[in-house]
């Protein structure tokens, strides 16, 4: 069974910064590209940032360059995103997602379950 359990998500105040972890299960991660996605309360998702299978390329969306970083231990299983200067429109619950194969532009066919990610004074 494929299982994604992200961490890392809490309160943090305007220009603070997290790290969110992903720990995979289930399937071989080093295969497999892996993207954030968010949703804002009331609002549909958004596509953050994705990783190719060997850490080799990574993409943002274009507000969240230079803010925010994405890595991968392919050792470890695990997905990172590392966010900096965070500001309140980043304030989502943040979806760990793997694709369907090693390039970000394949589908998402994985999703984990979430972390609460609140930016607030």
């Known amino acids: 069974e494929v299982q994604l359990v992200e961490s890392g998500g809490g309160l943090v105040q305007p220009g603070g910064s997290l790290r969110l972890s992903c720990a995979a299960s289930g399937f071989t991660f080093r295969d497999y590209a892996m993207s954030w996605v968010r949703q804002a309360p009331g609002k549909g998702l958004e596509w953050v940032s994705g990783?190719?299978?060997?850490?080799?390329?990574?993409y943002y969306q274009e507000s969240m360059k230079g803010r925010f970083t994405i890595s991968r231990d392919n050792a470890k299983n695990t997905l990172f995103l590392q966010m900096n200067s965070l500001k309140s429109e980043d304030a989502a619950v943040y979806y760990c997602v793997g694709h369907s194969g090693p390039y970000y532009w394949l589908g998402l066919e994985y999703w984990g379950k979430g972390t609460l990610v609140t930016v607030a004074p």
């Open positions: 990783i190719d299978w060997n850490g080799g390329s990574t």
